[in-house]
C-alpha cells in the first residue's frame, strides 16, 4: 500500500513538474531574447526533416485508406463516396493524429535524447557558464519550432495522403484528378480544416513539451539519455492520443457540422 | 586585486546533495591575478566548488562573492554579466558536439559582443593558436583527442577574455607530457594576461608549476592552507600526503 502511494505521489510530483515546465516555456516565449535564429533552425531540424517521412507516410495511409473504404462502399455501390471520405477521414482527425504520432516518435526521441546527452556532458552547465540562459536557448526555441512545424507537417501529410487516395482511384477506378479532386472536396468547408489543423498546436506543444523535460532533466548518464529517449516518445504519443479524445469534443461542441 | 577586494570569496559555504553533505563551512578568498589550486580526494566537493562559483548550483547556506558581487542575489541579467567576466573549463571540456571546434569558440563571441564576423573569426583563431589548435578549427569535437578538447575547452572559455577562469581537473585522462602543456598554458595566461586561476585538481605536483596557494578539501571542510611548502608542514597527514603529491 505505501509503495503504492509513493508511486502515486511520484506519478503526481511529475506530472506537477511537467505542467510548471510547460508553463515556465510559454512564459520565456515572451520575453527576450527571442532566438529567432534558432527556432528557424529547430523548425529545420524539427519540421523540414520530417518531411520525407510525413509525405511517404501520408502517400501510403491515404493509399490504405481508398483501398479499404472501396471495399467497403462497393458492397452497396458507393463508389464514387471514395474520395470523399478518405478527404474527410484525412483531414477531420486522421491526418493531424497520424502526423503528430510520426513527430512525436522521430522528434520526441531526438529531443529527449540530445538534450539528456547534452545534460550527462555537462554541455547544458557549459551554456548557462557562458552566460546564455539555457532552457530558452534549448527548450524554449524546441518547444516552439514544434508547435510551428506541426500543423504544417499536418496539411502536408493531409495532401499527401490525398495524392496517395487519388492514384489508388485513378489506378482502381480510372478516376482523373480533376474529378477526384471535385469529389473530394465537394462536401469539405473550411471549418473541416481549420480547428483539426489548428489542434496540431495543441499536439506540438505537448510533444516539445513532453521531450524537452525528459531531456533536460535526464540524470544518469547513457541510461538516462536512453530512457529520456524512450519516455519521450511513449509520454508525448499518450498525452496526443488523450488530449485528442478532448480536442475533438471542443471541436465538436463548436463546430458540430 | 580590483578596488582592494578578493576576485572570488566564499563565506561560510555549505552544500548537501539530499543526506550527504558535501561541504561544510567552507570559507577562502582567491586575489586578482591569484593562481589557487583546490586539491582533495574524489568526492570531496572539488567540482561543486567551482560550480557554486558560477552559480550553476546554490549553497544551502553562505555566501560567494565574485569581485565584490554576491552571487545569489544577483538577477539572472546582472548574474550573465558577471558569467561573461568568468571562463570555466569542465572536466570534460563539455564541447558543444554539434558544431565543430571553430564555432565552440565563436559560440560566445557571436553571442555576447557586436564584433563583426571577421573579427570573430580573427579572435578564434587567435585563440585556438594560443592553444595550439590552429590547424583544428574545422574539427568536430569527436575528431579530438582527450587533450586537443581540453585545449578546445579551454580557448572557448578565454574567448570572452575573462578575468577569472575557473579549471575542473585540467590533467584528468591525460599523459604527463599532455598535462605538462596544459599547465604551461594555464602559466602563460597567469603570466601575460594575469587571468585569475581557481583550478581543482589531484595533481599536485604539475599545478605546482602555475599556482600561488593551495587549499586542500577534506569531509567538507578546508583541511589546510597556503602555499606548497606551508601544506607539506601541515600536521594533518592528509595535506602533507596531498601537498608532496603522494596522494593522488
Not at chain 1, 463508389?79 to 520526441?108: W, Y
Not at chain 2, 570573430?120 to 590547424?135: C, D, F, N, P, Y
Request: charged share 20%.
Amino acid at each position: 500500500m505505501t509503495a503504492v502511494s509513493h508511486r502515486l505521489n511520484r506519478l503526481f510530483d511529475s506530472a506537477g513538474e511537467l505542467g510548471l515546465f510547460g508553463f515556465r516555456a510559454i512564459k520565456e516565449s515572451f520575453r527576450r531574447p527571442f532566438e529567432i535564429g534558432e527556432i528557424i533552425h529547430q523548425i529545420y531540424e524539427i519540421g523540414w526533416r520530417s518531411g520525407p517521412l510525413v509525405i511517404a507516410s501520408g502517400f501510403a495511409f491515404g493509399v490504405v485508406l481508398a483501398l479499404q473504404t472501396r471495399a467497403s462502399m462497393e458492397s452497396f455501390g458507393a463508389e464514387a463516396m471514395v474520395p470523399q471520405a478518405v478527404s474527410f477521414g484525412l483531414f477531420t482527425d486522421v491526418g493531424p493524429l497520424i502526423a503528430s504520432l510520426l513527430v512525436a516518435g522521430r522528434v520526441g526521441a531526438g529531443i529527449g535524447a540530445e538534450l539528456a546527452g547534452m545534460r550527462v556532458t555537462e554541455q547544458i552547465d557549459a551554456l548557462e557558464a557562458l552566460a546564455i540562459d539555457s532552457f530558452k536557448y534549448l527548450v524554449v526555441t524546441r518547444v516552439l519550432a514544434c508547435v510551428i512545424a506541426l500543423p504544417i507537417l499536418t496539411t502536408i501529410l493531409n495532401f499527401s495522403g490525398l495524392a496517395g487516395g487519388m492514384a489508388s482511384d485513378m489506378i482502381a477506378l480510372h478516376m482523373s484528378t480533376r474529378l477526384f479532386l471535385n469529389d473530394a472536396f465537394s462536401t469539405m468547408s473550411w471549418s473541416d480544416y481549420m480547428p483539426p489543423t489548428i489542434k496540431t498546436v495543441v499536439f506540438g506543444f505537448i510533444i516539445g513539451t513532453v521531450s524537452c523535460y525528459l531531456g533536460y532533466t535526464a540524470t544518469q548518464g547513457a541510461t538516462g539519455v536512453g530512457r529520456a529517449s524512450t519516455r519521450s516518445v511513449v509520454l508525448s504519443s499518450l498525452l496526443v492520443i488523450l488530449s485528442d479524445v478532448i480536442l475533438v469534443k471542443i471541436i465538436l461542441f463548436w463546430y458540430p457540422g | 586585486m580590483e578596488n582592494g577586494q578578493p576576485a572570488v570569496r566564499l563565506e561560510h559555504v555549505s552544500k548537501a546533495f539530499g543526506d550527504r553533505k558535501i561541504l561544510d563551512d567552507v570559507s577562502f578568498q582567491v586575489g586578482a591575478g591569484e593562481a589557487f589550486c583546490l586539491l582533495g580526494r574524489s568526492g570531496t566537493g572539488k567540482s561543486v566548488t567551482l560550480k557554486l562559483i558560477i552559480g550553476l548550483l546554490k549553497p544551502d547556506q553562505g555566501s560567494i562573492f565574485i569581485e565584490g558581487n554576491k552571487i545569489q542575489e544577483l538577477d539572472a541579467a546582472k548574474l550573465s554579466e558577471v558569467r561573461k567576466r568568468v571562463g570555466f573549463l569542465f572536466q570534460n571540456a563539455a564541447l558543444f558536439d554539434s558544431i565543430s571546434v571553430s564555432d565552440n569558440v565563436a559560440f560566445p563571441l557571436r553571442r555576447h559582443t557586436r564584433k563583426s564576423e571577421g573579427d570573430i573569426q580573427a579572435t578564434v583563431r587567435e585563440k585556438l593558436e594560443e592553444v595550439e589548435l590552429g590547424k583544428d578549427g574545422e574539427k568536430m569535437p569527436s575528431e579530438l583527442s582527450g587533450g586537443m578538447r581540453k585545449r578546445a575547452g579551454l580557448a572557448r572559455a578565454l574567448s570572452l577574455d575573462p578575468g577569472i577562469l575557473l579549471i575542473d581537473e585540467p590533467s584528468s585522462g591525460l599523459d604527463r607530457i599532455t598535462a605538462a602543456e596544459i599547465y604551461d598554458l594555464l602559466l602563460n595566461l597567469k603570466k601575460k594576461q594575469k587571468v585569475t586561476l581557481i583550478v581543482v585538481t589531484h595533481d599536485v605536483r604539475g599545478a605546482r608549476k602555475f599556482s600561488d596557494r593551495f587549499a586542500v578539501l577534506d569531509q567538507g571542510k578546508i583541511a589546510g592552507s597556503g602555499t606548497a611548502e606551508e601544506l607539506g608542514q601541515s600536521e594533518n597527514s592528509l595535506v602533507r600526503q596531498l601537498a608532496s603529491g603522494s596522494e593522488t
